[in-house]
């Protein structure tokens, strides 16, 4: 089974900030990786697919990159509504045969 | 635009089955490539992958849950359903129907259910 890890846990920054977000898998994963946003009470968003292609009507502002174990999701100037958690996921091959979602960084406002 | 709704009971006793049904509007659950997940998070914790259905019919699940998931299609009701067999506390989670072609693209709201007696 691919574990997925994330750091940090919490990323404490102020509004104009960069946020670089980080997911290593435990195993290759190619490209099949995913950046999702989550905000109190509400579902979570899908931003980023394949590592680096942004989901319909993400702003420019969000980014991924990386392949194989190590990735990562940058923020290139925090928004006020960017405050949230964001949770990378794996789906193994394709058709899809498997889901794991890593634990999730905080990004709150310092 | 695919929406997605949730229902089901919100309270489900211990050792029972917690049923949850999902309606596809904006779209159909037989759409070429598109599969239906279930994915459900604890009271402040993080996100779980349960499993989903593929418009073909067929199943994956979560090696975790598997011998207590089924996941079905109900294609003349444009829906797709949950049933999670011996229920416990730590079963206590929202509940979130999604849907996509390669990730989860479109999400209920998600209801809580909570297995208390």
């Known amino acids: 089974e691919i574990v997925l890890t994330q750091s940090p846990a919490t990323l404490s920054l102020s509004p104009g900030e960069r946020a670089t977000l980080s997911c290593r898998a435990s195993?290759?994963?190619?490209?099949?990786l995913a950046w999702y946003q989550q905000k109190p009470g509400q579902a979570p968003r899908l931003l980023i697919y394949?590592?680096?292609n942004r989901a319909t009507g993400i702003p420019a502002r969000f980014s991924g990159s990386g392949f194989g174990t190590d990735f990562t999701l940058t923020i290139s100037s925090l928004e006020p509504e960017d405050f949230a958690v964001y949770y990378c996921?794996?789906?193994?091959?394709?058709?899809?045969?498997?889901?794991?979602f890593g634990p999730g960084t905080k990004v709150d406002i310092k | 635009q695919v929406q997605l709704q949730e229902s089901g009971p919100g309270l489900v006793k211990p050792s029972e089955t917690l049923s949850l049904t999902c309606t596809v509007s904006?779209?159909?659950?037989?759409?070429?490539?598109?599969?239906w997940s279930w994915i459900r998070q604890p009271p402040g914790k993080g996100l779980e992958w349960i499993g989903c259905?593929?418009?073909?019919?067929?199943?994956k699940y979560n090696p975790s849950l598997k011998s207590r998931v089924t996941i079905s299609v109900d294609t003349s009701k444009n829906q797709f359903s949950l049933k999670l067999n011996s229920v416990a506390a730590a079963d206590t989670a929202v509940y979130y129907c999604?849907?996509?072609?390669?990730?989860?693209?479109?999400w209920g709201q998600g209801p809580l259910v909570t297995v208390s007696s």
């Open positions: 999604a849907g996509g072609i390669g990730y989860q693209d479109y």
């Open positions: 394949d590592a680096s």
């Open positions: 904006g779209g159909s659950v037989t759409s070429g490539s598109y599969y």
């Open positions: 996921q794996q789906r193994s091959n394709w058709p899809p045969e498997l889901f794991t």
């Open positions: 195993q290759s994963v190619s490209n099949y």
């Open positions: 259905i593929y418009y073909s019919g067929s199943t």
